[in-house]
Protein backbone atom coordinates (compact mmCIF):
# COMPACT_ATOMS: atom_id res chain seq x y z
CA UNK A 1 0.00 0.00 0.00
CA UNK A 2 1.31 3.09 -0.97
CA UNK A 3 2.10 5.51 2.36
CA UNK A 4 0.20 8.93 2.34
CA UNK A 5 0.80 10.41 5.95
CA UNK A 6 -2.66 10.59 6.64
CA UNK A 7 -2.88 11.81 10.74
CA UNK A 8 -6.05 11.84 12.80
CA UNK A 9 -7.73 15.04 12.92
CA UNK A 10 -10.67 16.71 14.91
CA UNK A 11 -11.64 16.22 18.50
CA UNK A 12 -14.65 15.27 20.32
CA UNK A 13 -17.38 17.78 20.33
CA UNK A 14 -17.91 18.15 23.49
CA UNK A 15 -14.05 19.62 24.00
CA UNK A 16 -14.62 22.69 22.18
CA UNK A 17 -17.84 23.68 21.60
CA UNK A 18 -19.83 23.59 24.82
CA UNK A 19 -23.69 21.96 24.80
CA UNK A 20 -25.25 25.09 24.83
CA UNK A 21 -23.27 26.67 21.87
CA UNK A 22 -24.10 23.22 20.21
CA UNK A 23 -27.79 23.82 20.61
CA UNK A 24 -27.58 27.88 19.81
CA UNK A 25 -26.37 26.70 16.74
CA UNK A 26 -28.42 23.84 15.84
CA UNK A 27 -31.93 26.20 16.84
CA UNK A 28 -30.38 28.71 14.91
CA UNK A 29 -30.02 26.81 11.82
CA UNK A 30 -32.91 24.44 12.64
CA UNK A 31 -35.71 26.70 11.05
CA UNK A 32 -33.31 27.36 7.43
CA UNK A 33 -32.84 24.18 7.09
CA UNK A 34 -36.79 22.93 8.24
CA UNK A 35 -37.53 25.88 5.16
CA UNK A 36 -35.16 23.88 2.67
CA UNK A 37 -37.13 20.79 3.49
CA UNK A 38 -40.41 22.42 2.85
CA UNK A 39 -39.34 24.28 -0.14
CA UNK A 40 -37.63 20.98 -1.69
CA UNK A 41 -41.01 19.21 -1.12
CA UNK A 42 -42.95 22.10 -2.99
CA UNK A 43 -40.75 21.53 -5.83
CA UNK A 44 -41.10 17.61 -5.82
CA UNK A 45 -45.59 18.26 -5.91
CA UNK A 46 -44.57 19.85 -9.38
CA UNK A 47 -47.93 21.23 -10.15
CA UNK A 48 -49.47 18.78 -7.44
CA UNK A 49 -51.51 15.93 -7.33
CA UNK A 50 -54.64 17.04 -9.65
CA UNK A 51 -51.68 16.88 -12.61
CA UNK A 52 -49.86 14.00 -11.06
CA UNK A 53 -53.39 12.37 -10.72
CA UNK A 54 -53.58 13.04 -15.08
CA UNK A 55 -50.25 11.42 -15.41
CA UNK A 56 -52.05 8.32 -13.91
CA UNK A 57 -55.05 8.32 -15.43
CA UNK A 58 -52.80 7.71 -19.00
CA UNK A 59 -51.37 4.96 -17.38
CA UNK A 60 -47.70 6.84 -17.09
CA UNK A 61 -44.98 7.37 -14.54
CA UNK A 62 -44.09 11.58 -13.08
CA UNK A 63 -41.00 12.27 -13.68
CA UNK A 64 -39.43 11.79 -10.16
CA UNK A 65 -41.59 8.16 -9.99
CA UNK A 66 -39.33 7.45 -13.63
CA UNK A 67 -36.22 8.65 -11.71
CA UNK A 68 -37.34 6.90 -8.61
CA UNK A 69 -37.82 3.39 -10.67
CA UNK A 70 -34.19 3.54 -12.54
CA UNK A 71 -32.06 4.13 -9.67
CA UNK A 72 -30.22 1.28 -8.05
CA UNK A 73 -32.94 0.01 -5.31
CA UNK A 74 -31.99 1.55 -1.87
CA UNK A 75 -30.15 4.23 -3.08
CA UNK A 76 -30.76 7.65 -2.98
CA UNK A 77 -30.66 10.25 -5.75
CA UNK A 78 -28.65 13.45 -5.59
CA UNK A 79 -30.83 16.27 -7.61
CA UNK A 80 -29.19 19.18 -8.60
CA UNK A 81 -30.94 22.79 -9.61
CA UNK A 82 -33.58 21.95 -7.48
CA UNK A 83 -34.69 25.66 -7.31
CA UNK A 84 -34.12 27.36 -10.73
CA UNK A 85 -37.33 29.34 -11.26
CA UNK A 86 -37.91 28.93 -7.66
CA UNK A 87 -41.07 31.78 -6.99
CA UNK A 88 -41.07 33.42 -10.40
CA UNK A 89 -43.78 33.70 -12.29
CA UNK A 90 -44.44 33.32 -16.11
CA UNK A 91 -47.27 34.27 -18.65
CA UNK A 92 -50.48 36.62 -18.18
CA UNK A 93 -51.95 33.79 -15.69
CA UNK A 94 -48.65 34.03 -13.93
CA UNK A 95 -48.03 30.28 -13.70
CA UNK A 96 -44.92 28.92 -11.89
CA UNK A 97 -42.52 26.71 -13.12
CA UNK A 98 -41.55 24.41 -9.97
CA UNK A 99 -37.39 23.32 -10.97
CA UNK A 100 -38.29 24.77 -14.39
CA UNK A 101 -40.21 21.82 -15.29
CA UNK A 102 -37.15 19.21 -15.46
CA UNK A 103 -35.61 17.02 -13.10
CA UNK A 104 -31.88 16.68 -13.20
CA UNK A 105 -30.38 14.32 -10.85
CA UNK A 106 -27.34 12.23 -10.21
CA UNK A 107 -28.66 8.35 -9.50
CA UNK A 108 -26.71 5.29 -9.28
CA UNK A 109 -28.00 2.37 -12.06
CA UNK A 110 -26.26 -1.21 -11.97
CA UNK A 111 -23.51 0.51 -9.65
CA UNK A 112 -22.55 3.21 -11.95
CA UNK A 113 -23.52 6.90 -11.13
CA UNK A 114 -25.57 8.70 -14.31
CA UNK A 115 -26.98 11.81 -15.04
CA UNK A 116 -30.63 11.87 -15.39
CA UNK A 117 -32.53 14.53 -17.05
CA UNK A 118 -36.35 13.65 -16.73
CA UNK A 119 -38.86 16.14 -18.03
CA UNK A 120 -41.57 16.93 -14.81
CA UNK A 121 -44.96 16.17 -16.76
CA UNK A 122 -46.73 17.09 -13.79
CA UNK A 123 -45.66 20.67 -15.07
CA UNK A 124 -47.63 21.91 -18.21
CA UNK A 125 -46.61 18.62 -20.02
CA UNK A 126 -43.01 18.55 -19.79
CA UNK A 127 -42.71 22.04 -21.42
CA UNK A 128 -39.32 24.33 -21.43
CA UNK A 129 -39.65 27.29 -19.60
CA UNK A 130 -36.96 30.26 -18.90
CA UNK A 131 -34.08 28.21 -17.83
CA UNK A 132 -34.83 25.19 -18.75
CA UNK A 133 -32.52 24.59 -21.67
CA UNK A 134 -29.60 26.29 -19.27
CA UNK A 135 -30.68 24.11 -16.34
CA UNK A 136 -30.29 20.79 -18.99
CA UNK A 137 -27.41 22.30 -20.38
CA UNK A 138 -25.62 22.60 -16.78
CA UNK A 139 -26.56 18.79 -16.10
CA UNK A 140 -25.40 17.58 -19.12
CA UNK A 141 -21.69 19.79 -18.88
CA UNK A 142 -21.65 18.21 -15.73
CA UNK A 143 -22.27 14.33 -16.96
CA UNK A 144 -19.92 15.79 -19.64
CA UNK A 145 -17.11 16.96 -17.28
CA UNK A 146 -17.03 13.52 -15.45
CA UNK A 147 -17.99 11.54 -18.51
CA UNK A 148 -21.15 9.66 -17.04
CA UNK A 149 -23.51 8.22 -19.09
CA UNK A 150 -26.63 10.51 -19.50
CA UNK A 151 -30.01 9.41 -19.10
CA UNK A 152 -32.74 11.40 -21.01
CA UNK A 153 -36.46 10.65 -19.59
CA UNK A 154 -38.32 12.86 -21.97
CA UNK A 155 -41.93 13.55 -22.06
CA UNK A 156 -41.67 17.65 -23.31
CA UNK A 157 -44.31 19.20 -25.03
CA UNK A 158 -42.24 21.54 -26.32
CA UNK A 159 -41.19 25.22 -25.12
CA UNK A 160 -43.50 26.99 -23.21
CA UNK A 161 -44.60 29.28 -25.92
CA UNK A 162 -46.05 32.78 -23.74
CA UNK A 163 -42.21 32.96 -22.51
CA UNK A 164 -40.46 31.65 -26.32
CA UNK A 165 -38.65 34.73 -26.21
CA UNK A 166 -36.86 33.92 -23.11
CA UNK A 167 -36.17 30.48 -24.09
CA UNK A 168 -35.67 30.10 -27.69
CA UNK A 169 -32.93 32.40 -28.58
CA UNK A 170 -29.42 33.39 -27.16
CA UNK A 171 -25.90 31.69 -26.62
CA UNK A 172 -27.81 29.06 -23.80
CA UNK A 173 -31.26 29.16 -25.79
CA UNK A 174 -32.71 25.78 -26.21
CA UNK A 175 -30.81 25.20 -29.57
CA UNK A 176 -27.60 25.17 -27.26
CA UNK A 177 -29.03 21.68 -25.49
CA UNK A 178 -28.85 19.54 -29.27
CA UNK A 179 -24.80 21.14 -29.45
CA UNK A 180 -24.57 19.63 -25.62
CA UNK A 181 -25.84 16.43 -27.00
CA UNK A 182 -22.90 16.47 -29.96
CA UNK A 183 -20.44 16.89 -27.30
CA UNK A 184 -21.03 14.50 -25.12
CA UNK A 185 -20.96 11.73 -28.31
CA UNK A 186 -17.77 13.19 -29.82
CA UNK A 187 -16.51 12.68 -26.07
CA UNK A 188 -17.65 8.90 -26.23
CA UNK A 189 -20.07 9.62 -23.17
CA UNK A 190 -23.46 7.14 -23.27
CA UNK A 191 -26.24 8.55 -24.19
CA UNK A 192 -29.50 6.63 -23.72
CA UNK A 193 -33.28 8.03 -24.17
CA UNK A 194 -36.58 6.97 -23.28
CA UNK A 195 -39.34 8.84 -24.87
CA UNK A 196 -42.82 8.47 -22.99
CA UNK A 197 -44.96 10.81 -24.53
CA UNK A 198 -45.24 13.93 -26.12
CA UNK A 199 -41.84 14.63 -27.76
CA UNK A 200 -42.28 17.82 -30.01
CA UNK A 201 -39.72 20.56 -31.73
CA UNK A 202 -36.95 20.59 -29.67
CA UNK A 203 -38.03 17.94 -27.58
CA UNK A 204 -37.70 15.79 -30.92
CA UNK A 205 -34.42 16.55 -31.42
CA UNK A 206 -33.74 15.98 -27.38
CA UNK A 207 -33.23 11.88 -27.77
CA UNK A 208 -32.17 11.43 -31.22
CA UNK A 209 -28.17 11.71 -31.19
CA UNK A 210 -28.35 9.49 -27.91
CA UNK A 211 -27.07 6.00 -28.57
CA UNK A 212 -30.02 3.90 -27.72
CA UNK A 213 -33.96 5.57 -28.35
CA UNK A 214 -36.40 3.45 -26.84
CA UNK A 215 -40.41 4.45 -27.12
CA UNK A 216 -43.39 3.42 -25.44
CA UNK A 217 -46.54 2.77 -27.45
CA UNK A 218 -47.82 6.26 -26.16
CA UNK A 219 -44.86 8.46 -27.46
CA UNK A 220 -44.18 10.39 -30.03
CA UNK A 221 -41.53 12.41 -31.89
CA UNK A 222 -42.30 15.35 -34.06
CA UNK A 223 -40.80 18.70 -35.90
CA UNK A 224 -44.45 19.49 -35.49
CA UNK A 225 -47.08 18.42 -34.00
CA UNK A 226 -50.48 17.76 -35.31
CA UNK A 227 -52.19 20.36 -34.16
CA UNK A 228 -49.77 22.90 -36.23
CA UNK A 229 -49.91 20.59 -39.13
CA UNK A 230 -53.76 20.84 -39.22
CA UNK A 231 -52.92 24.73 -39.30
CA UNK A 232 -51.07 25.11 -42.27
CA UNK A 233 -51.48 22.41 -44.09
CA UNK A 234 -55.40 21.54 -43.28
CA UNK A 235 -54.67 17.86 -42.98
CA UNK A 236 -56.55 15.48 -40.57
CA UNK A 237 -54.04 13.47 -38.46
CA UNK A 238 -52.63 12.65 -34.96
CA UNK A 239 -49.35 13.56 -32.83
CA UNK A 240 -48.95 9.91 -32.46
CA UNK A 241 -49.76 8.62 -36.58
CA UNK A 242 -47.11 11.19 -37.31
CA UNK A 243 -44.72 10.69 -35.27
CA UNK A 244 -45.48 7.45 -33.03
CA UNK A 245 -43.41 4.07 -32.51
CA UNK A 246 -44.72 2.28 -35.56
CA UNK A 247 -43.14 5.50 -37.94
CA UNK A 248 -39.47 5.67 -35.53
CA UNK A 249 -38.89 2.36 -34.77
CA UNK A 250 -40.14 0.85 -37.99
CA UNK A 251 -39.31 3.61 -40.68
CA UNK A 252 -37.39 6.30 -40.02
CA UNK A 253 -35.00 4.21 -37.73
CA UNK A 254 -34.78 7.65 -36.15
CA UNK A 255 -35.83 5.19 -32.48
CA UNK A 256 -34.47 1.59 -31.75
CA UNK A 257 -36.81 -0.53 -29.87
CA UNK A 258 -40.87 0.13 -29.00
CA UNK A 259 -41.88 -1.22 -25.39
CA UNK A 260 -45.52 -1.49 -23.92
CA UNK A 261 -45.07 1.12 -21.17
CA UNK A 262 -43.00 3.00 -18.94
CA UNK A 263 -41.85 0.40 -16.43
CA UNK A 264 -40.52 -2.02 -19.50
CA UNK A 265 -38.87 1.19 -20.65
CA UNK A 266 -37.22 2.19 -17.91
CA UNK A 267 -35.98 -1.70 -16.87
CA UNK A 268 -34.68 -1.85 -20.48
CA UNK A 269 -32.88 1.54 -19.78
CA UNK A 270 -31.09 0.09 -16.71
CA UNK A 271 -29.81 -3.25 -18.69
CA UNK A 272 -28.27 -1.04 -21.32
CA UNK A 273 -26.66 0.61 -18.49
CA UNK A 274 -25.58 -2.57 -17.32
CA UNK A 275 -23.99 -3.26 -20.57
CA UNK A 276 -21.35 -0.47 -19.54
CA UNK A 277 -17.75 -0.66 -18.44
CA UNK A 278 -18.37 -0.37 -14.44
CA UNK A 279 -17.25 1.95 -12.02
CA UNK A 280 -13.67 2.24 -12.07
CA UNK A 281 -13.77 3.59 -8.26
CA UNK A 282 -13.17 0.01 -6.40
CA UNK A 283 -9.91 0.28 -8.54
CA UNK A 284 -8.40 3.35 -7.44
CA UNK A 285 -9.62 2.66 -3.82
CA UNK A 286 -7.04 -0.18 -3.73
CA UNK A 287 -7.90 -1.85 -0.59
CA UNK A 288 -8.99 1.05 1.35
CA UNK A 289 -13.08 0.68 1.77
CA UNK A 290 -15.11 3.66 2.03
CA UNK A 291 -15.08 4.64 6.22
CA UNK A 292 -17.25 6.80 8.27
CA UNK A 293 -15.18 10.08 9.88
CA UNK A 294 -14.47 9.19 13.11
CA UNK A 295 -16.62 12.25 14.40
CA UNK A 296 -20.45 12.20 13.11
CA UNK A 297 -21.01 13.86 9.65
CA UNK A 298 -24.04 15.15 11.35
CA UNK A 299 -22.39 17.43 14.16
CA UNK A 300 -21.58 20.15 11.33
CA UNK A 301 -25.22 21.68 12.06
CA UNK A 302 -24.11 22.27 15.75
CA UNK A 303 -20.60 23.11 15.17
CA UNK A 304 -21.80 25.88 12.04
CA UNK A 305 -22.12 29.43 13.85
CA UNK A 306 -24.93 31.22 11.82
CA UNK A 307 -23.92 35.02 12.09
CA UNK A 308 -21.01 34.66 9.10
CA UNK A 309 -18.61 37.12 12.03
CA UNK A 310 -18.72 34.10 14.33
CA UNK A 311 -15.41 31.48 13.92
CA UNK A 312 -15.38 28.32 14.09
CA UNK A 313 -12.62 26.08 13.46
CA UNK A 314 -12.24 24.70 9.40
CA UNK A 315 -10.24 21.61 10.61
CA UNK A 316 -13.38 20.20 12.37
CA UNK A 317 -15.15 20.38 9.58
CA UNK A 318 -12.51 18.78 7.85
CA UNK A 319 -13.24 15.95 10.67
CA UNK A 320 -16.67 15.29 9.79
CA UNK A 321 -15.98 14.84 5.77
CA UNK A 322 -12.93 12.92 5.56
CA UNK A 323 -12.81 9.28 6.18
CA UNK A 324 -12.10 8.39 9.87
CA UNK A 325 -11.44 11.89 10.50
CA UNK A 326 -7.65 11.06 9.02
CA UNK A 327 -6.00 13.98 6.55
CA UNK A 328 -2.65 15.05 5.52
CA UNK A 329 -2.36 18.80 5.73
CA UNK A 330 0.47 19.75 3.13
CA UNK A 331 2.25 23.37 3.33
CA UNK A 332 0.95 23.78 6.67
CA UNK A 333 4.13 26.22 7.98
CA UNK A 334 2.96 28.89 5.48
CA UNK A 335 -0.58 30.87 4.69
CA UNK A 336 -1.67 30.00 7.71
CA UNK A 337 -5.18 31.78 6.95
CA UNK A 338 -5.83 28.83 4.54
CA UNK A 339 -5.62 24.85 4.98
CA UNK A 340 -4.92 22.73 2.07
CA UNK A 341 -4.22 18.53 1.99
CA UNK A 342 -5.58 15.44 1.25
CA UNK A 343 -7.99 13.02 3.18
CA UNK A 344 -10.28 9.63 1.71
CA UNK A 345 -13.60 10.14 0.66
CA UNK A 346 -15.59 7.28 0.30
CA UNK A 347 -12.58 5.59 -0.11
CA UNK A 348 -11.07 7.92 -2.37
CA UNK A 349 -7.98 10.34 -2.60
CA UNK A 350 -9.69 13.85 -2.43
CA UNK A 351 -7.94 17.26 -1.83
CA UNK A 352 -9.16 19.80 0.35
CA UNK A 353 -8.74 23.53 0.53
CA UNK A 354 -10.90 25.68 3.26
CA UNK A 355 -10.78 28.82 4.71
CA UNK A 356 -9.70 29.16 8.02
CA UNK A 357 -11.75 31.35 10.75
CA UNK A 358 -10.74 33.52 13.58
CA UNK A 359 -7.17 34.94 14.31
CA UNK A 360 -4.34 34.08 12.33
CA UNK A 361 -0.69 34.60 12.45
CA UNK A 362 1.06 38.16 10.79
CA UNK A 363 4.60 36.72 9.48
CA UNK A 364 5.09 41.14 8.55
CA UNK A 365 4.45 41.28 12.18
CA UNK A 366 5.36 37.98 14.30
CA UNK A 367 3.31 39.73 17.70
CA UNK A 368 0.50 40.54 15.96
CA UNK A 369 -2.67 38.68 14.59
CA UNK A 370 -4.84 39.37 11.29
CA UNK A 371 -8.50 38.19 10.60
CA UNK A 372 -8.51 34.92 8.66
CA UNK A 373 -11.34 34.12 6.11
CA UNK A 374 -9.18 36.32 4.03
CA UNK A 375 -6.46 36.04 1.08
CA UNK A 376 -3.08 36.89 1.68
CA UNK A 377 0.15 36.36 -0.79
CA UNK A 378 1.44 33.36 0.99
CA UNK A 379 -1.98 31.74 1.33
CA UNK A 380 -2.91 32.53 -2.50
CA UNK A 381 0.37 30.77 -3.19
CA UNK A 382 0.11 27.82 -1.40
CA UNK A 383 -3.26 27.39 -2.46
CA UNK A 384 -1.99 27.77 -6.10
CA UNK A 385 0.65 25.29 -5.65
CA UNK A 386 -1.46 22.89 -4.24
CA UNK A 387 -4.06 23.56 -6.92
CA UNK A 388 -1.87 22.67 -9.49
CA UNK A 389 -0.57 19.83 -7.68
CA UNK A 390 -3.61 18.04 -7.44
CA UNK A 391 -4.51 18.73 -10.93
CA UNK A 392 -0.62 17.15 -12.02
CA UNK A 393 -2.17 13.97 -9.79
CA UNK A 394 -5.56 13.53 -11.07
CA UNK A 395 -7.01 14.32 -7.50
CA UNK A 396 -10.43 16.00 -7.46
CA UNK A 397 -10.54 18.81 -5.45
CA UNK A 398 -13.03 20.14 -2.83
CA UNK A 399 -13.35 24.05 -2.24
CA UNK A 400 -14.95 24.99 1.41
CA UNK A 401 -15.51 28.59 1.27
CA UNK A 402 -16.21 30.79 3.79
CA UNK A 403 -14.38 33.97 2.07
CA UNK A 404 -14.52 37.67 2.93
CA UNK A 405 -12.21 38.48 -0.01
CA UNK A 406 -8.87 39.74 -0.91
CA UNK A 407 -6.71 41.29 1.39
CA UNK A 408 -6.66 45.10 0.70
CA UNK A 409 -4.54 48.09 1.02
CA UNK A 410 -1.60 49.73 0.48
CA UNK A 411 0.90 47.31 1.62
CA UNK A 412 -1.30 44.66 -0.50
CA UNK A 413 -0.78 46.51 -3.63
CA UNK A 414 2.86 46.87 -3.28
CA UNK A 415 3.05 42.50 -2.52
CA UNK A 416 1.62 42.64 -5.82
CA UNK A 417 -1.46 40.81 -4.52
CA UNK A 418 -3.29 41.04 -7.82
CA UNK A 419 -0.41 39.13 -9.54
CA UNK A 420 -0.27 36.00 -7.13
CA UNK A 421 -4.50 36.34 -7.53
CA UNK A 422 -4.01 36.10 -11.23
CA UNK A 423 -1.69 33.15 -11.02
CA UNK A 424 -4.31 31.66 -8.63
CA UNK A 425 -6.97 32.11 -11.08
CA UNK A 426 -5.59 31.05 -14.28
CA UNK A 427 -4.45 28.00 -12.32
CA UNK A 428 -8.56 27.05 -11.71
CA UNK A 429 -9.47 28.29 -14.72
CA UNK A 430 -6.93 25.75 -16.96
CA UNK A 431 -7.27 22.72 -14.37
CA UNK A 432 -8.60 19.94 -16.07
CA UNK A 433 -9.26 17.24 -12.57
CA UNK A 434 -12.93 17.43 -11.22
CA UNK A 435 -13.61 20.70 -8.91
CA UNK A 436 -16.20 20.84 -6.64
CA UNK A 437 -17.16 24.01 -4.54
CA UNK A 438 -19.03 24.17 -1.22
CA UNK A 439 -20.79 27.61 0.14
CA UNK A 440 -20.37 26.87 3.72
CA UNK A 441 -21.12 30.61 4.68
CA UNK A 442 -19.49 33.63 3.51
CA UNK A 443 -18.35 34.40 -0.38
CA UNK A 444 -17.46 37.52 -1.05
CA UNK A 445 -15.57 39.66 -3.44
CA UNK A 446 -13.03 38.72 -5.87
CA UNK A 447 -11.93 35.79 -3.19
CA UNK A 448 -15.23 33.87 -4.42
CA UNK A 449 -13.91 33.83 -7.71
CA UNK A 450 -10.84 32.95 -6.46
CA UNK A 451 -11.51 30.01 -4.28
CA UNK A 452 -13.25 27.95 -7.63
CA UNK A 453 -16.33 30.10 -7.26
CA UNK A 454 -19.20 29.28 -10.40
CA UNK A 455 -17.70 31.46 -12.43
CA UNK A 456 -14.25 29.44 -12.85
CA UNK A 457 -16.48 26.20 -13.80
CA UNK A 458 -15.99 23.47 -10.45
CA UNK A 459 -18.39 20.65 -11.61
CA UNK A 460 -20.47 21.39 -9.30
CA UNK A 461 -21.24 24.27 -6.52
CA UNK A 462 -23.48 23.53 -3.44
CA UNK A 463 -24.43 26.19 -0.82
CA UNK A 464 -26.31 25.50 2.48
CA UNK A 465 -28.55 27.73 4.34
CA UNK A 466 -26.07 29.70 4.91
CA UNK A 467 -24.45 30.92 2.33
CA UNK A 468 -24.21 34.58 1.02
CA UNK A 469 -22.86 35.45 -2.52
CA UNK A 470 -21.91 39.07 -2.41
CA UNK A 471 -19.17 41.99 -3.63
CA UNK A 472 -19.70 43.49 0.01
CA UNK A 473 -22.01 42.86 2.44
CA UNK A 474 -25.16 45.23 2.89
CA UNK A 475 -24.12 47.15 5.73
CA UNK A 476 -20.69 48.08 4.16
CA UNK A 477 -22.44 48.91 0.74
CA UNK A 478 -24.85 51.21 2.14
CA UNK A 479 -21.85 53.39 3.97
CA UNK A 480 -20.51 52.88 0.29
CA UNK A 481 -23.52 54.40 -1.45
CA UNK A 482 -23.32 57.52 1.37
CA UNK A 483 -19.89 58.11 2.11
CA UNK A 484 -20.31 61.67 1.09
CA UNK A 485 -23.00 62.27 4.23
CA UNK A 486 -20.72 60.15 6.52
CA UNK A 487 -18.08 61.18 9.01
CA UNK A 488 -15.11 59.03 9.37
CA UNK A 489 -16.81 56.74 11.83
CA UNK A 490 -19.26 56.35 9.59
CA UNK A 491 -22.11 58.78 11.69
CA UNK A 492 -24.37 60.58 9.41
CA UNK A 493 -23.16 64.87 9.50
CA UNK A 494 -26.41 66.63 8.81
CA UNK A 495 -27.98 67.68 11.89
CA UNK A 496 -31.28 68.48 10.12
CA UNK A 497 -33.68 65.98 10.87
CA UNK A 498 -35.53 65.85 7.92
CA UNK A 499 -32.74 64.93 6.12
CA UNK A 500 -30.94 63.10 8.49
CA UNK A 501 -34.38 60.84 8.64
CA UNK A 502 -33.95 60.46 4.59
CA UNK A 503 -30.12 59.03 4.71
CA UNK A 504 -31.28 57.12 7.22
CA UNK A 505 -34.37 55.55 5.46
CA UNK A 506 -32.13 55.25 2.37
CA UNK A 507 -29.05 53.33 3.96
CA UNK A 508 -31.51 50.97 5.42
CA UNK A 509 -33.41 50.22 2.06
CA UNK A 510 -29.79 49.82 0.43
CA UNK A 511 -28.89 47.19 3.62
CA UNK A 512 -32.33 45.39 3.03
CA UNK A 513 -32.03 44.73 -0.50
CA UNK A 514 -28.42 43.74 -0.38
CA UNK A 515 -29.07 41.11 2.29
CA UNK A 516 -32.30 39.88 0.35
CA UNK A 517 -29.91 39.63 -2.75
CA UNK A 518 -27.90 37.26 -0.47
CA UNK A 519 -30.42 34.66 0.06
CA UNK A 520 -29.29 30.96 -1.34
CA UNK A 521 -32.41 30.67 -2.73
CA UNK A 522 -31.90 33.87 -4.90
CA UNK A 523 -28.66 32.22 -6.01
CA UNK A 524 -30.37 29.27 -6.86
CA UNK A 525 -33.65 30.65 -8.54
CA UNK A 526 -31.18 31.96 -11.39
CA UNK A 527 -28.09 29.55 -11.10
CA UNK A 528 -25.53 31.20 -9.27
CA UNK A 529 -25.30 27.66 -7.59
CA UNK A 530 -26.16 24.72 -8.57
CA UNK A 531 -28.06 23.26 -5.42
CA UNK A 532 -28.63 24.17 -1.38
CA UNK A 533 -27.83 21.57 1.05
CA UNK A 534 -28.18 21.25 4.69
CA UNK A 535 -24.66 20.86 6.56
CA UNK A 536 -25.88 17.14 7.50
CA UNK A 537 -25.91 16.12 3.61
CA UNK A 538 -22.68 17.57 2.63
CA UNK A 539 -20.59 14.34 3.55
CA UNK A 540 -23.38 12.21 1.14
CA UNK A 541 -23.16 15.09 -1.52
CA UNK A 542 -19.22 14.93 -1.67
CA UNK A 543 -18.78 11.31 -1.29
CA UNK A 544 -21.16 10.37 -4.74
CA UNK A 545 -19.29 13.62 -6.16
CA UNK A 546 -16.02 12.41 -5.63
CA UNK A 547 -17.05 8.59 -6.04
CA UNK A 548 -17.95 9.86 -9.91
CA UNK A 549 -15.54 11.65 -10.53
CA UNK A 550 -13.06 8.31 -10.36
CA UNK A 551 -15.96 6.07 -12.25
CA UNK A 552 -14.68 6.27 -15.33
CA UNK A 553 -10.97 5.64 -16.68
CA UNK A 554 -8.69 6.52 -19.66
CA UNK A 555 -10.09 9.76 -19.68
CA UNK A 556 -8.09 11.85 -17.70
CA UNK A 557 -4.71 11.43 -15.72
CA UNK A 558 -5.00 9.78 -12.52
CA UNK A 559 -1.72 8.99 -10.99
CA UNK A 560 -0.73 6.49 -8.13
CA UNK A 561 0.26 7.98 -5.06
CA UNK A 562 3.42 7.13 -5.26
CA UNK A 563 4.31 9.18 -8.02
CA UNK A 564 2.68 12.45 -6.65
CA UNK A 565 3.60 16.28 -7.25
CA UNK A 566 2.61 16.44 -4.03
CA UNK A 567 5.39 14.59 -1.98
CA UNK A 568 8.09 17.07 -4.23
CA UNK A 569 5.74 19.62 -2.49
CA UNK A 570 5.73 18.65 0.60
CA UNK A 571 9.26 17.73 1.00
CA UNK A 572 10.53 21.17 -0.61
CA UNK A 573 7.94 23.42 1.63
CA UNK A 574 8.46 21.52 4.34
CA UNK A 575 11.90 19.90 4.94
CA UNK A 576 12.76 16.36 4.89
CA UNK A 577 11.63 14.25 7.01
Known amino acids: MVHVPLTPIGRARASFCDDNTFESNLSSLAAREEQLRMRRAEVHAGWGEKYAGRVHAKGKMTARERLESIKDPGSRSFEVGTFVNYG ?4 DKGLQSPGAGVVTAFAQVHGRWCMVIANDNTVASGSWWPMTPEKIQRAQQMALRMRLPTIYLVDCSGLFLPEQSRSFPGAKGAGHIFKMNSLLSAAGVPQLAGVFGDCIAGGGYMPIISDRVYMTEQAYMVIAGAALIKGAKSQKMTSLGIGGPEVHVHQSRCADVRVPDDATLLSCLRDEVARLPSSGADYYRGDAGPVDPGFPAAELSGLMPSDHREAYDVTEVLARLCDQSLFWEVMAGSGEEMICGVGRVNGLYTGFIANRQGLVGNPDDPGAKRPASILYKAGIAKISAFSRACNADGIPIVWLQDIAGFDIGAEAERQGLLSYGSNLIYTNSTNETPMFTVLLRKASGAGYYAMAGMPYDPVVQLSTTLSRQSVMEG ?25 RAAIEKGMASVEKRIEADMDPFVAARQMDTDEIVEFGELRS ?7 ASYQSTGYRRIKNPRIWSLHDLAVLTEGLR
Not at 88 to 91: A, Q, R, Y
Not at 483 to 498: H, R
Open 475 to 499: RTLAIATYNTKLDDDFEIVTQDPEE
Open 88 to 91: LKFG
Open 541 to 547: YISMLVE
